[in-house]
């Protein structure tokens, strides 16, 4: 059974970077078979998609975030990471990570979530 | 346009049939693109309900189902139950975007 869990500080400063790691059990991230990705969800609202890696480090990013994020992996430690700079009260949201088949565009996978607040 | 239109809420009597319908354009649905519905518990991660249009996963109930037709979708639930009350959201490929769009999100009210 695959599982995935975020992690990091729950706390940012306004202007800061916000850097958060999935890290994911139960499988490979090496597998080719699918894309990892990052999705966020302001409190009361709905959900974002922020982008996604695949296992050799090609990404695509939401192009209202593109200028802000990078998103990283790394095989040997089985996680993903995400960073979202110059972070205001507005990036404020749950942050999920999720897997997200090649050639199957759905996420069948998600971690808990973290809440990341952005305040001095 | 990259939106993915819900209505906002829908809400049903227990037994009742409910739909929730999601309009898409040019650059989601329209092309072909499939279309994936969550279902979402407050305070937890969306979980998969539907995916390519029509499928459901292992577990769902196949009280849930849903269709896919031009720029639109739409997710039926039947026999509804108090447990169905949660927010439901569809989600596609966008070619403007070059990854996922979601909907607004439809939170189902069972009276």
């Known amino acids: 059974q695959v599982q995935l869990q975020e992690s990091g500080p729950g706390l940012v400063k306004p202007s800061q970077t916000l850097s958060l790691t999935c890290t994911v059990s139960?499988?490979?991230?090496?597998?080719?078979?699918?894309?990892w990705s990052w999705i966020r969800q302001p409190a009361g609202k709905g959900l974002e998609w922020i982008g996604r890696?695949?296992?050799?480090?090609?990404?695509n990013y939401n192009p209202s975030l593109k200028s802000r994020v990078t998103i990283s992996v790394d095989t040997s430690k089985n996680q993903f990471s995400l960073k979202l700079s110059s972070v205001t009260a507005a990036d404020t949201a749950v942050y999920y990570c999720?897997?997200?088949?090649?050639?199957?565009?759905?996420?069948?996978?998600w971690g808990q979530g973290i809440l990341v607040t952005v305040s001095s | 346009q990259s939106v993915l239109t819900q209505p906002p809420s829908v809400s049903g009597a227990p037994g009742q049939r409910v739909t929730i319908s999601c309009t898409g354009s040019?650059?989601?649905?329209?092309?072909?693109?499939?279309v994936h519905w969550y279902q979402q518990f407050p305070g937890t991660a969306p979980k998969l309900l539907i995916h390519?249009?029509?499928i459901r996963p292992s577990g769902v109930p196949d009280r849930f189902s849903a269709s896919r037709s031009g720029t639109s979708a739409s997710l039926a639930i039947t026999g509804l139950q108090a447990e169905d009350e949660a927010d439901y959201y569809c989600?596609?490929?966008?070619?403007?975007?070059?990854?996922?769009?979601f909907g607004g999100g439809t939170k189902l009210t069972v009276l």
């Open positions: 999720a897997r997200e088949g090649v050639g199957m565009p759905h996420f069948d996978y």
């Open positions: 139960g499988g490979s991230i090496s597998s080719g078979s699918y894309y």
């Open positions: 890696i695949y296992s050799s480090g090609s990404t």
């Open positions: 040019s650059s989601n649905i329209g092309p072909g693109f499939d």
């Open positions: 390519t249009n029509s």
């Open positions: 989600q596609s490929y966008d070619s403007g975007l070059s990854g996922s769009l």
